[in-house]
């Protein structure tokens, strides 16, 4: 199955991650199937253009609602960030291509990011770990389907080293991928532990903010300044003359 890929994607290239500045970092966590609300939640915010980028067509919610029941988390890849308030704001699935009983050569990649959470190169990190998970999965290929007029995504798989093919209003990127090393698993496992403390962080802040929610209603009421309260009744009509 095709996995079309949205636009508005930063362009660097596979290798930038080992150069890329750590303030341009964001952590990545790798969904499971008890995230599907959040996944959907997210899709279901992207406006009419980005479905259709996202999508190959204007998808309905209902349409959404299916794809996201049909994410075999098993055997794929979802991997996403998450803002402080723990929303999905941009994901990718990684999906592999196997036939039955043979082990996946291949897998497809898309991704979607939050309209407000655009360049900041969460489409890039995005696209980098998940080459770095196909590598660690003895993917050989990688596979982007994507629009011709989507010139962004196509500029990182072309960056990567991909070959491009057009066919009409299609275009398909075809990337071979290193094999994996002692490197790839290990900057796989960091990765993955920072963002399992980015979530535990976010996941803490979260809950602290609904505690200090449930006690303002019980904050008492400031009583009105009786001074500001008796300047006040002297200027109403009948009041008390001001002293001369």
Known sequence: MAIPIDTTLEPPSVSAMRHRDLFRWHPIRSLAPRHRPRILEHLLRLPPGDRYLRFGHVASDSQ??????????DADEVLAVFNRRLEVVAMAHLAFLGCEGRPARSAEFGVSVDAGERGRGLGARLFELA????????????QIHALAENAAMLHIARSAGAV??????DATAILKLPPDDAVSHFDAIMEQQAAEFDYGL????????DWLELLRPLEPAV???????????????GGPASPP
Do not use: E, M
Request: hydrophobic share 40%; net charge negative.
């Open 64 to 73: 959404i609602a299916r794809y996201v029941d049909g994410i075999d988390f």
């Open 131 to 142: 080459v770095l998970h196909a590598r660690n999965h003895r993917i050989d290929t990688l």
């Open 164 to 169: 491009l093919d057009f066919s009409g209003p």
């Open 202 to 209: 976010k996941l803490q802040a979260r809950r602290l903010d």
């Open 223 to 237: 009583p009105p300044d009786s001074g500001a309260a008796a300047d006040a009744a002297s200027t109403q009509p």
